[in-house]
């Protein structure tokens, strides 16, 4: 069953950890359209490399090469004021309301961000999630899928409850063999 592609507006966090992990690439197999607020550029791009932090490299890559596309993102101030005084940073912000004013899909990984974008009626997905999508997408095995979420555990944090769920419906995924 092929599914179709759509598009997705990331936060820093899901570009980072892919990148650590290697698989920076599954987004660009996964999703038609990979957009980033320039706030987030800033923050993973130019302040990573300030950092020497090697996956602001790849990231900056993809844009180069136009897989990923960064776009300017003009915050409605009470969608602003609201989520500040929920601890939300801009750039979050930003994905969030880009997510919602375009019906993509939000990749975020924290937890405030991911609930404030869910009270809006955005989809969101993390780090974890573009696994998951990957395995049922046939991108990825299960081997390789389960290998990726012992990388990811490494490199963000995961609670033991969240690896253990994910971890069984990487394994219980009928789809892949290997």
Do not use: C
Not at 34 to 40: D, W
Not at 161 to 167: A, I, N
């Amino acid at each position: 069953m092929k599914l179709k592609k759509s598009s997705v507006v990331s936060n820093a966090g899901p570009l980072i950890h892919l990148s650590k992990i290697g698989f920076l690439h599954l987004l660009k197999k996964l999703y038609a359209e990979v957009i980033i607020p320039a706030k987030v550029k800033f923050e993973v791009v130019d302040q990573g490399k300030k950092k020497g932090f090697p996956d602001a490299l790849l990231i900056e890559k993809a844009i180069e090469e136009g897989w990923i596309t960064v776009k300017e993102v003009k915050t409605n101030k009470s969608l602003l004021s609201s989520a500040k005084t929920l601890g939300l940073e801009e750039a979050e912000i930003e994905v969030i309301q880009y997510a919602y004013q375009t019906k993509a899909t939000a990749l975020i990984d924290d937890e405030a961000a991911r609930e404030f974008a869910r009270i809006l009626g955005v989809t969101v997905r993390g780090s974890l999630g573009v696994l998951l999508e990957g395995l049922k997408r046939g991108i990825l095995t299960r081997k390789e899928a389960l290998k990726k979420l012992d990388e990811l555990s490494e490199v963000m944090y995961i609670s033991m409850e969240v690896y253990k769920l994910v971890r069984r419906k990487l394994e219980e995924n009928k789809n892949q063999f290997s």
